[in-house]
Each structure stands twice: as structure tokens, then as C-alpha cells.
């Protein structure tokens, strides 16, 4: 929801809508057609990949307009830049993992995927840290 209010394009802002439409529609008819079982025994691998596609597609769009204007000249002072630059990298990390994750088999590939995760978690966190030091210092 935070590009909702930092983006200043109608296009970017209707493909938000139309991809949280399509999110809710996916959330209805993935509960319906799975059932009870998905959600107690089993995991979902649909939902969080349409999720991370859609979310991955917002970063971009974000990106785009961030790159096309005069705010790129001081990037490096900019929470939202650095806030969707870790997004970026840990969503497209995590996309191929989520896709294979309901196929796999607990042993030495799942803790390589797990440490793969765990590893794309700290690199998104780090940006997040560099992003909140670096725009608390243009506030001095």
C-alpha cells in the first residue's frame, strides 16, 4: 500500500488495483477449490507466488517512476528507494524457492532452501537498515 501514496501515475495506480483485485479473486477461488485441507495440512505454493509476482511487478513500477525522475539524483538518501530495493531482491529471490517449495522433501535440499531464504532475509533487512541511516541523515 505504500506505493498507492507515493506514486503520481494513474497507470501505476489502476495495475495496483487491478492486481489486488486479482489477489482477493485468487485468496476466494484458491480456498474454495482446495478446501479445508490446504490450510491445515499441506502448503498453499499458489498464493504466495501470485503474491510475489504481483508484489515484484508494484516494486518495479515504483522503480521505474523512481528512475524517470529528478529524485534519482540524490538516490541514496531516499527510504523508498532502499526499501524497494530490499523487496525487490528478497521477493525474486524467494519467487523460484516458493514455486518448488510444496515439492520438495525435508532433508539437505530443504535446509539449502531454508539457509537460501534465510540468507535473502538478511540482505533485505540490511537495505532496510542502509535506507533508515542514510535518510536520517538528511533530516541534520
Known amino acids: 500500500m505504500m506505493y498507492g501514496e507515493v506514486s503520481r501515475d494513474v497507470g501505476a495506480r ?8 486479482i489477489f482477493n479473486v485468487s485468496v476466494i477461488l484458491t480456498s474454495f ?7 491445515l495440512d499441506k502448503f498453499n505454493n499458489v498464493l504466495p507466488v501470485i503474491g510475489a509476482l504481483q508484489i515484484s511487478v508494484l516494486l518495479m513500477l515504483f522503480l521505474r517512476e523512481f528512475l524517470l525522475s ?10 523508498y528507494f532502499w526499501i524497494t530495493t530490499g523487496l525487490l531482491l528478497y521477493y525474486l529471490g524467494t ?9 520438495m522433501k525435508v532433508g539437505g535440499s530443504f535446509v539449502l532452501v531454508y539457509k537460501v531464504q534465510n540468507a535473502l532475509t538478511i540482505l533485505m533487512h540490511i537495505c532496510f537498515i542502509i535506507g533508515g541511516l542514510w535518510s536520517w541523515n538528511k533530516d541534520k
Not at 489502476?14 to 483485485?21: P, V
Not at 477449490?33 to 490450510?39: A, L, N, S, T
Not at 519467487?95 to 515439492?103: E, R
Request: no cysteine; net charge positive.
Open 70 to 79: 529528478e529524485e534519482i539524483l540524490n538516490y541514496k538518501r531516499s527510504i
Open 14 to 21: 489502476l495495475l495496483r488495483d487491478i492486481n489486488l483485485f
Open 33 to 39: 477449490y482446495f478446501g479445508r485441507v490446504v490450510f
Open 95 to 103: 519467487l523460484p524457492l516458493t514455486v518448488f517449495f510444496s515439492f
